[in-house]
C-alpha cells in the first residue's frame, strides 16, 4: 500500500525523537483536543488553579486518551522506534519497533526514512508483516536501495556497508538499505506537533508511553 497523500493542514502532527530512546509518533491533534474538551468543558475555567481539582483533572485526560489510543485505535496513526546504527550497513538507522493502524504505516515510514537519512529493518528479528513492507519498498522508482555486505564474511574492503545479514542474501530485502530524497510536507507535520506540545505538557500526556503500550498490544508492523 502506498503512503497516503496528507498536507499539513490535515490536524496530523508528527512528534520526533528526543534523543532518548523516543518515537516517531504520527497522529491526530482534532482527536486529542476533543477527548480533553470532552471532560474540560464542562468544568469550572478556574479548575487548574485549584491544585487538588487540576490533578484529579489531568489523571482523568490522561485516563481517558489512553482508552481513546489503546483500547479504540484513535489518535495514534502510527509509531516507529528507532536504533542508529554506530558503524557499518551504510549509516542508516534500523527499525526496533513499529505499529499503524491500517494504512498509516507507509506514510510514517516515507518520513522516518527521509528525516534519519535512510532505514533498514531490525537486524535481528522482523514479523511477516514488516517483511512485505521492505518488499515494497525494493520496488518502489522513488526510493534508492543499496545493499549490504555481510559482516561476518564481507567481500568488499569498505566496512560502511557492513551488516548483520537475514537468510536469503540480496534477494531478501531485509538485507538492504532505504532512501528517500524528498518529504515535503514534513516540515509542516512537525511544525503542528510543536503548536501541540504546550498542550500536552499542560495535560501531562506523553504519547510515547501509549505508543509503548501500542507496540505490544495493537497493529505491529
Given at each position: ?148 555486505d555481510d559482516v561476518e564474511d564481507p567481500k568488499t574492503p569498505d ?63
Open positions: 500500500m502506498p503512503a497516503k497523500i496528507i498536507s499539513s493542514d490535515s490536524g496530523l502532527c508528527l512528534k520526533t525523537p528526543n534523543g532518548d530512546g523516543s518515537s516517531y509518533i504520527l497522529y491526530n491533534s482534532a482527536e486529542l483536543l476533543d477527548a480533553i474538551s470532552d471532560i474540560t468543558s464542562e468544568l469550572d475555567p478556574s479548575w487548574k488553579s485549584r491544585r487538588m481539582e487540576a490533578a484529579a483533572t489531568r489523571r482523568q485526560i490522561r485516563d481517558e486518551i489512553y482508552e481513546a489510543v489503546v483500547e479504540k485505535g484513535m489518535i495514534i496513526r502510527a509509531a516507529i522506534r528507532v536504533q542508529r546504527s554506530p558503524e557499518g550497513q551504510w549509516g542508516v538507522s534500523s527499525v526496533s519497533s513499529a505499529v499503524a493502524a491500517p494504512g498509516w504505516g507507509p506514510t510514517l515510514y516515507d518520513a522516518v526514512m527521509f528525516l534519519e537519512g535512510g532505514l533498514t529493518a531490525d537486524r535481528s528479528e522482523v514479523s511477516r508483516r514488516a517483511a512485505g513492507v521492505w518488499r515494497k519498498y525494493r520496488d518502489r522508482s522513488d526510493i534508492t536501495a543499496k545493499p549490504f566496512p560502511s556497508d557492513d551488516a548483520v545479514m537475514h537468510p536469503g542474501g540480496l534477494e531478501n530485502p531485509l538485507n538492504w538499505a532505504y532512501f528517500k530524497s524528498e518529504a515535503p510536507i514534513l516540515a509542516g507535520l512537525v511544525d503542528n506537533h510543536e503548536s501541540m506540545s504546550r498542550t500536552l505538557r499542560d495535560y501531562g500526556i506523553n504519547l510515547d508511553d501509549h505508543a509503548g503500550t501500542l507496540f505490544v498490544r495493537r497493529y505491529t508492523y
